[in-house]
């Protein structure tokens, strides 16, 4: 078990001292805003909606046609040049409007993003404090766990203590040691996932020693959701939607056509100047058109229009579901963290001391021969309990503050 135990920690250690990068909590948020490549994704998105604002002003393609031949008179060679130009409804503001609408919503996209990456992150940085203040006490165990182990021993060969007691003491320290080996195991994990949270070549590693309480100052809000990214940008899509039913409507309108020609009308005699003056190939005639593109068949673009309005009320009504339930989630994230304030005090103020107190004290009495190994191990095993229900309390206060900031959308 022990050679086990020795070839398990080294091989750990061997992985975890491979390449190491020392981060606070704030370079890990700035190292993943980044490099992360869903905010790079987020980035991207944006770009490319503020370069779709340019097709709010969208026309089809310029008409330019060429009329050449006996279209006029027996002359072969009249031409007629005609440019005409169609302009949709939707040039006319509600295309320019939607990209705009689109811009913004992918911005708060990319809020979003950011909101959950932080969080994330504030996750695993907290976690891996949380393991690594748990080692420190793992290691606290084993060394009292070995020393009992020697003590147990010693008993043994002198014939003041029976097998039973050197049996209970080894099995106590490698169940400890066992537990190191584990921790070891899930340190490397939560350190794996930061990686890739932080898109590192790297194993990071943070900088923080203890597993300190995080500060919070902050009160019950039923309004404190409202900034949270993602319900802004579930509420953006409100806008969006709205937009795309009025770009809808717009194509259903009729389109205006402008042209205008330039034509040759040889072998004409110029009958309202009196000069008689017959048009050659060189006399060139102008001028314009004006008129409307109607659509005889609504029905079609009428679907449309009804599905647009569809897909309005459902993200109105996604936004109403999401913002209710954002609200529950903060109320009951609130509640978690009044309850592990309430126990965290509860240690800081009583259970920790008088942990403290019974593991001196049951140290002292076995060490004098007072109590039997009996008592000494529900003395220390009480102690410890203590101690490890203290830590996962302050990891549950930690984790509770991290989710109500991302609720809240405070970064």
């Known amino acids: 078990m022990k050679k086990y135990f020795l070839a398990t920690l080294f091989l750990l250690m061997t992985l975890i001292g491979k390449s190491q990068q020392l981060l606070t909590l704030e370079q890990a948020i700035e190292s993943a805003l980044q490099k992360n490549e869903g905010v790079q994704a987020a980035r991207y998105n944006i770009e490319s909606q503020k370069a779709l604002k340019k097709t709010g002003f969208d026309?089809?393609?310029?008409?330019?046609?060429?009329?050449?031949?006996?279209?006029?008179?027996?002359?072969?060679?009249?031409?007629?040049?005609?440019?005409?130009?169609?302009?949709?409804?939707?040039?006319?503001?509600?295309?320019?409007?939607?990209?705009?609408?689109?811009?913004?919503?992918?911005?708060?996209?990319?809020?979003?993003?950011?909101?959950?990456?932080?969080?994330?992150?504030?996750?695993?940085?907290?976690?891996?404090?949380?393991?690594?203040?748990?080692?420190?006490?793992l290691e606290q165990q084993d060394s009292i766990y070995g020393g009992f182990l020697k003590a147990a021993s010693l008993r043994y060969k002198t014939g003041e203590?029976?097998?039973?007691?050197?049996?209970?003491?080894?099995?106590?320290?490698?169940?400890?040691?066992?537990?190191?080996?584990?921790?070891?195991?899930?340190?490397?994990?939560?350190?794996?996932?930061?990686?890739?949270?932080?898109?590192?070549?790297?194993?990071?590693?943070?900088?923080?020693?203890?597993?300190?309480?995080?500060?919070?100052s902050n009160t019950p809000d039923s309004v404190a959701v409202q900034a949270n990214p993602s319900a802004r940008y579930m509420q953006q899509q409100m806008q969006v939607a709205k937009n795309e039913k009025k770009v809808e409507a717009a194509k259903a309108a009729p389109e205006v056509m402008l042209g205008f020609f330039t034509q040759t009308l040889i072998g004409i005699q110029d009958a309202e100047s009196g000069s008689g003056a017959i048009a050659s190939s060189s006399d060139r005639f102008t001028g314009f058109q004006v008129g409307l593109s109607i659509p005889l068949w609504f029905v079609p673009q009428q679907g449309r229009v009804k599905a647009a309005e569809y897909n309005r009320q459902a993200a109105e009504s996604n936004y109403q579901y999401y913002h209710k339930t954002l609200q529950g989630q903060y109320q009951q994230a609130m509640q978690e963290y009044t309850k592990n304030k309430n126990s965290l005090e509860y240690y800081t103020t009583s259970a920790l001391p008088n942990a403290e107190l019974i593991l001196k004290q049951t140290l002292l009495a076995f060490s004098n021969g007072e109590i039997g190994y009996a008592e000494y191990l529900l003395g220390v095993q009480k102690a410890i309990a203590i101690k490890e229900g203290h830590l996962q309390t302050l990891n549950d206060y930690n984790q509770s503050i991290i989710y109500i900031e991302f609720l809240s959308g405070n970064k």
């Open 59 to 137: 026309l089809p393609k310029t008409n330019v046609s060429l009329l050449y031949g006996q279209y006029n008179s027996y002359a072969k060679n009249d031409n007629n040049l005609t440019v005409t130009q169609t302009i949709p409804f939707t040039a006319f503001g509600s295309q320019g409007a939607l990209n705009r609408s689109l811009v913004a919503s992918s911005e708060l996209k990319k809020a979003a993003t950011e909101n959950e990456l932080i969080f994330q992150v504030k996750q695993v940085y907290y976690q891996l404090a949380f393991l690594r203040a748990k080692q420190k006490l």
């Open 161 to 216: 203590a029976n097998l039973l007691e050197q049996a209970t003491a080894e099995s106590q320290r490698n169940e400890v040691r066992n537990l190191l080996s584990k921790n070891q195991a899930d340190q490397l994990v939560i350190r794996n996932q930061l990686k890739t949270l932080i898109n590192s070549e790297e194993l990071p590693d943070i900088t923080d020693a203890e597993l300190n309480q995080i500060s919070f």
